[in-house]
């Protein structure tokens, strides 16, 4: 019922040996970074509020080795997309097609930018992040290009303008104008810790998530609703409107009294969308209180909170990530659920929730069958402890 983890080292192995058997000779580098889970704080990084995520036990992870003498680019075999893209070297790097090799092409002319051209190179990706579903898996992959070529280079950037760089990637080649939390979980989560991020400052926090009875468990819908017109760059919109209109750099500075004073001037629906980021910068310094001092009822409370104001306020959820966290919520203290929410963007995607360890054979299977019986789709549900950021293997 639950999906288990194929380890780092097993994806170690793997990479080397499917490089090897592609280009006929071994890697000389190799780079992993992982996905993440936000287990609070949605829909806040690009309003400069707080965010806790934690690295997933799912990573991107690529090898890499100098190509033959004469070539002039980069070859580059991407396992998931099953085929491979040149990256010329010797003219400037600009996204076209096929679209996942964008994320790539952004992070490398981030480096090239910096005066730190990597050398042509032969390269194999994989990934056991899933695609599109709120984890990152993009994030998973511009932090991993990002580390190869710390790699290959032999010079490691500062973690943040790793991060950054990445994020700029992200924005100008992928078109995505996403905040900072997936980059900088992915470059800069600890084992065993979530990370609480202030992404006004920047500043990181590690949250001890030590506690071996309490799980962090992952559902997948396996839905993807695209919506057209673009609903995250519009809710981005929305939240800078509403911070204009109360005449602050962004919503962080805004509280629910000045939010209420000013509700003649604002649309109704930008009023929601305000509201929903008030409450969840303010729900996720709670929710870290909380899992401080290990009362996980009361985290899982701020969870369930976050779900209903993104799905009423933000309207970025959906009817599958509802019954999720329905049944979660049917399942209760008593069969041993804390708290659940959707996560990542939303219209799709994941849920996540805090289980007892103890419980988590029974809850999975409890899950995976009413889900399945309530939407005719298949779940796939999986664990992870918090994972580390990126590493050169
Ligand atoms: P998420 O980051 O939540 O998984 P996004 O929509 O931001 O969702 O990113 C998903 C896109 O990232 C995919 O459609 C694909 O283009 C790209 N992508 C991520 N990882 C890989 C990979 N290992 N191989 C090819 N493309 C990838
Ligand atoms: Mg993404």
């Known amino acids: 019922m639950v999906e288990s983890n194929v380890p780092l080292a097993t994806l170690h192995e793997q990479v080397v040996a499917r490089f090897t058997a592609r280009f006929g000779q071994p ?59 040149e990256i010329p070297l010797d003219a400037p790097i600009t996204k076209g097609s096929p679209s996942w090799a964008n994320y790539i092409r952004g992070v490398i002319a981030g480096f090239v930018e910096q005066g730190k051209a990597p050398p042509a190179l032969q390269v194999y990706s994989l990934s ?18 990002a580390t190869l070529m710390e790699a290959v280079r032999g010079e490691k950037l500062d973690p943040v303008a790793k991060a950054l760089l990445c994020q700029k990637a992200e924005h100008q080649y992928a078109g995505v104008p996403c905040g ?31 506690d071996a009875s309490v799980s962090v468990l992952i559902i997948n819908t396996n839905v993807k609703h695209e919506l057209t017109g673009g609903g995250y760059a519009q809710r981005r919109a929305q939240c800078e409107t509403a911070a204009r209109t109360l005449g602050l750099p962004s919503l962080r500075s805004a509280t629910q009294p000045v939010l209420d004073a000013a509700r003649g001037k604002l649309d109704e629906v930008v009023y929601r969308r305000a509201r929903h980021v008030i409450g969840e910068i303010d729900r996720t310094v709670k929710a870290v209180a909380e899992i401080r001092a290990g009362r996980w009822e009361a985290a899982g409370q701020h969870m369930y909170a976050s779900h209903a104001s993104l799905r009423d306020d933000y309207d970025v959820s959906c009817e599958e990530l509802d019954v999720v966290v329905d049944i979660g919520r049917s399942i209760g203290m008593a069969g041993g659920v804390y708290g659940c929410r959707m ?24 899950i995976a069958s009413e889900y399945e019986a309530r939407t005719k789709i298949k779940p796939t549900l999986f664990l992870s402890r918090p994972a580390s950021g990126a590493v050169i293997l």
Request: charged letters at 15%; proline letters at 5%; hydrophobic letters at 45%.
């Open 128 to 145: 056991t992040v899933p695609l599109g579903g709120g984890l990152s898996s993009s994030a998973a992959l511009e932090v991993a290009t």
């Open 180 to 210: 900072i939390m997936d980059q900088f979980a992915s470059a800069l989560g600890r084992e065993g810790h979530l990370l609480l991020l202030d992404c006004r400052s920047r500043e990181t926090q590690a949250v001890s998530m030590s």
């Open 27 to 85: 890697p000389h580098w190799v780079a992993a970074a992982p996905g993440r889970v936000n287990v609070i704080g949605e829909h806040t990084d690009y309003n400069d509020g707080f965010v806790l995520p934690m690295a997933i036990e799912r990573f991107c992870v690529i090898a890499a080795a100098p190509a033959p003498a004469g070539s002039r680019g980069i070859t580059w075999f991407d396992e998931i997309a099953n085929a491979a893209v």
């Open 343 to 366: 996560t990542g963007g939303g219209f799709g995607g994941c849920a996540v929730a805090l289980v007892q360890t103890s419980k988590v054979a029974e809850i999975a299977a409890r």
